[in-house]
Every structure is written in structure tokens, then in C-alpha cells.
Nanobody
């Protein structure tokens, strides 16, 4: 079955950097669009970034543009989220998601598989 396993979360200070990873198995990874979402306490899960087959097709929510970079390594079945200039408002559980169609989409309803999430806490 399809599994998505996130890693790289933790406690970090504002202004710092961290890279999240999501290792996928049980799917033909290069055929899937991938996304990152996050959910803060008491809030709905929100879109962060998405990538199509390659880095030529990426999309970010406005609040992370210029600070976060999504990338993928199809040989390693892994998608990454490089987070720079972190802010306390970035604190959330970060989820990796996969969709059968390779295109980019921001809607969580368009994703077919989800990881268990990794906690990112940014202190001021």
C-alpha cells in the first residue's frame, strides 16, 4: 500500500532553517503530484507548496513564497520542503500528500494519500 513518511520536524528558533523530507513507497512516485500542507492548533489544514513531475511546475502559498522551496528526487522517491527564515506563525504539523495526477493543485481534496505529519515548532 501507499505510504508517505515525513521527517525533519522539531523545535527551532525564528530566523532559522529546516528541511522536511517525505519518503514515499508503494507508488510510482514520478507519476504523482506532491504537496505539503500544514495544520496549526485550532485551524484547518492549509496548503503550503506543491510540485509536479519536476521543479518546473511548483506553486506556493503567498505566506511562504521566497522562504520555502519544494523539490523532489524521483530516484529516491522523496519530496522535500526547505524552510528558511522561519517565523513563529510557521508553527504547525506539516503533512506530505500525493495525488495520482502529476499536475499541481492547492486543494487538499485533490490529494489521494497523506502522511502522518511532522511537528514544526518555531520559537520567537
Amino acid at each position: 500500500q501507499v505510504q508517505l513518511v515525513e521527517s525533519g520536524g522539531g523545535l527551532m528558533q525564528a530566523g532559522g532553517s529546516r528541511r522536511l523530507s517525505c519518503a514515499a513507497s508503494g507508488l510510482t512516485f514520478s507519476s504523482y503530484g506532491m504537496g505539503w500542507f500544514r495544520q496549526a492548533p485550532g485551524k484547518e489544514r492549509e496548503f503550503v507548496a506543491a510540485i509536479g513531475w519536476s521543479a518546473g511546475s511548483v506553486y506556493y502559498t503567498d505566506s511562504v513564497k521566497g522562504r520555502f522551496t519544494i523539490s523532489r528526487d524521483n530516484a529516491k522517491n522523496t519530496v522535500y520542503l526547505q524552510m528558511n527564515s522561519l517565523k513563529p506563525e510557521d508553527t504547525a504539523v506539516y503533512y506530505c500528500a500525493a495525488r495520482v495526477k502529476v499536475g499541481v493543485t492547492t486543494s487538499k481534496n485533490n490529494y489521494d494519500y497523506w502522511g502522518q505529519g511532522t511537528q514544526v515548532t518555531v520559537s520567537s
